[in-house]
């Protein structure tokens, strides 16, 4: 129920905009009720004998039949307009109002995705936090639309619709809300079945997407393995689960109707009987008589959203709920309330980035420790070739730096300063960052070395590619350096990628540069290029350089080697090492 509460609380902006709703609603509610009445009229009044009813014979006194008749069909054309206008502009002003909150939702959700650690949206957790961002934000503007607006419509039709069938004649009235026990009953009924093999078509419907697309994934895999009529008969037995499945939820679809149906034409029976029996005895109009049938019908609308907003409502409160846990997942990693903003570095002053570990424990999963009471400091402007075996925690030690996560335990400080006391934003603003993997964003070559310098001129990018030997095969792509690249877009190799993620870098041109393997998918030649241009970029910055081969680690100051998450290794390069690393 609270997130019910929280989740409209995202509409309160558009109050102005949903009372305009509220009366749209009404008077088209209205429109919609008063729709059979010229006709009730004509045929009790202009065709038949009754007098006009005190209203109409004032207004209308001294007006022949014929131009009552015309006048009453008039007001037929006028009255269904009306409230296909009003009905529109409602339905257009409920959507506009529901989408603007999905917008709001997905504004917040996005901030508070961009803010997520690294370690909560690694793994297997993405595809639930697509979910919850795309998919589950949409429940908002269900329960507007539902839970709200179209309840409330419902809600106000029928009440409108009884209170008037209630005065024109008790006992129609009554026969007429008959047919409601019997209409839910179906509903509930045949709802359920509906549902249920919806549901299961669903499935099978998803799987045979997920096939399709898994074998679009595997292409070369089935081809070389020539599995093709094996995967084709597997899919084939997928599609005909799902046809069997859709054929018995639309079969289920025509039993409902027909129960639907069923308790229509038993209203409407019971009313022409009942109803003509008190024509006869003049207790009731013909015109009267036609109102009742015409509501009839009318009801099963309001009767079929009420029956299902229950549902609606539940659905959409648990997919909001699941937004709410994403936006009220505390911050693992944020600014101390006072934290300390980093001016930058005076020029000829003291150089930005002496780095400290000071007895620094890390554990992605408490009693696992990855690294263990590291301590090491390092100087301003010195570079440090990090080594050791896969999954020894060498890009977990790196992480520490940016705060992508922080420590378990021990202190990280930069010139002197806890990492955790300084603004983020000023930390991060100071380190570039080479990750294992290279990104890329779905953008152009030069938007993706532009990244981390918003305004960048063209000749700092190029000049940025050239030192990360990029230039020359950026030229060779179709359109150079506007060339589309990232998700969709043109392939690079893994090497042209990583040295693109070099050039971001060199042009971020921050005090600490992070660099995690960043030639390992190089060729010894451009490797050796790349590396002689790192060496320019490493004077003078503070560098941490995860690297295996030995001309790499040459370049560093010093190495320090880790083994079973601690340091066994710190200081300059030994001579012992020769020509390859221990
Ligand atoms: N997000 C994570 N959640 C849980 N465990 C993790 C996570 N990331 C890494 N690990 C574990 O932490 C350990 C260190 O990982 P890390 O990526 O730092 O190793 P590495 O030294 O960089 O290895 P490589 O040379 O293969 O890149 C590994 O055992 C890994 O399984
Ligand atoms: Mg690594």
């Not at 399709?212 to 008969?233: C, D, F, G, M």
């Not at 007895?359 to 301590?375: C, K, T, W």
């Not at 290029?529 to 790192?534: D, E, G, I, N, P």
Request: hydrophobic share 45%.
């Amino acid at each position: 129920m609270n997130s019910l509460l929280r989740a409209l609380r995202y509409f309160r902006p558009d109050a102005p905009r949903i009372s305009g709703v509220a009366l749209l609603l009404f008077l088209s509610t209205l429109a919609s009720l008063l729709k059979p009445w010229p006709l009730a009229l004509i045929v009790d009044s202009v065709l038949g004998q009754r007098p006009l009813p005190p209203f109409f014979a004032h207004h209308f006194d001294g007006w022949t039949k014929s131009q009552l008749l015309t006048a009453l069909a008039g007001a037929t054309l006028l009255l269904h307009l009306a409230q296909g206008f009003l009905s529109a502009a409602q339905n257009y002003g409920a959507i506009a109002i529901g989408l603007r909150g999905l917008r709001r939702v997905r504004d917040e959700v996005f901030e508070r995705l961009e803010r997520l650690s690294l370690r909560s949206c690694q793994g297997t957790q993405t595809g639930d936090l697509i979910h919850r961002a795309s998919w589950d934000t949409y429940s908002f503007q269900t329960l507007f639309q539902q839970g709200l607006i179209t309840f409330g419509s419902a809600l106000l039709s029928l009440a409108l619709m009884v209170v008037i069938m209630s005065r024109l004649n008790s006992t129609l009235t009554l026969a007429a809300l008959g047919t409601v026990p019997l209409v839910l009953v179906s509903i509930r009924f045949f709802g359920g079945k509906m549902r249920d093999r919806g549901t299961q078509a669903q499935q099978a419907d998803s799987r045979i997407t997920s096939t399709i697309q898994q074998t679009i994934a595997t292409l070369p895999l089935i081809q070389s393995y020539t599995r093709e009529a094996h995967e084709a008969a597997a899919f084939t037995a997928q599609t005909s689960t799902a046809c069997d499945r859709r054929l018995a939820q639309h079969g289920w679809e025509l039993l409902y109707w027909l129960a639907i149906s069923l308790a229509f034409s038993l209203g409407t029976a019971t009313i022409v009987w009942l109803g003509g029996r008190q024509v006869q005895d003049g207790s009731l109009t013909i015109g009267e008589l036609l109102i009742f049938l015409a509501y009839l019908t009318q009801l099963y609308d309001p009767l079929n959203q009420l029956s299902h907003v229950g549902a609606t409502v539940a659905n959409a409160g648990t997919g909001a709920q699941r937004v709410f846990e994403l936006l009220d997942r505390p911050d693992e990693v944020a600014d101390r309330p006072a934290a300390i903003g980093l001016a930058p570095p005076a020029p000829g002053g003291i150089p930005r980035g002496a780095l400290e570990f000071d007895q620094v424990s890390f554990a992605y999963q408490p009693g696992q420790p990855v690294l263990r009471e590291l301590s090491f400091a390092v100087a301003a402007g010195e570079s440090i070739a990090i080594i050791g075996l896969s999954g020894v925690g060498k890009s977990t030690l790196l992480n520490l730096l940016p705060r992508f996560f922080d420590p378990t335990a021990g202190t990280v400080r930069l010139d002197g300063q806890d990492l955790r006391d300084l603004r983020l934003h000023d930390l991060r603003q100071n380190i570039a960052v080479v990750p294992q993997e290279p990104v890329l964003l779905a953008a152009t070559v030069a938007e993706n070395i532009a990244f981390g310098k918003p305004g960048a001129t063209h000749a700092e990018i190029e000049a940025a590619a050239c030192a990360a030997h990029a230039h020359d095969f950026i030229l060779k792509l179709p359109q150079g350096y506007e060339t589309a690249v990232g998700e969709g877009a043109a392939r690079l190799s893994v090497g042209q990628k990583q040295r693109l993620n070099l050039a971001r870098a060199f042009l971020k041109d921050a005090p600490i540069l992070l660099l995690d393997e960043p030639t390992s998918a190089l060729d010894t030649e451009s490797e050796a290029l790349v590396v002689a241009s790192l060496e320019q970029l490493m004077r003078g910055r503070t560098t941490f350089i995860v690297a295996h081969r030995l001309s790499t680690i040459r370049r560093a100051s010093k190495v320090l080697v880790l083994e079973a998450g601690r340091i066994t290794q710190f200081g300059p390069l030994p001579d012992s090492w020769g020509s390859s690393p221990p």
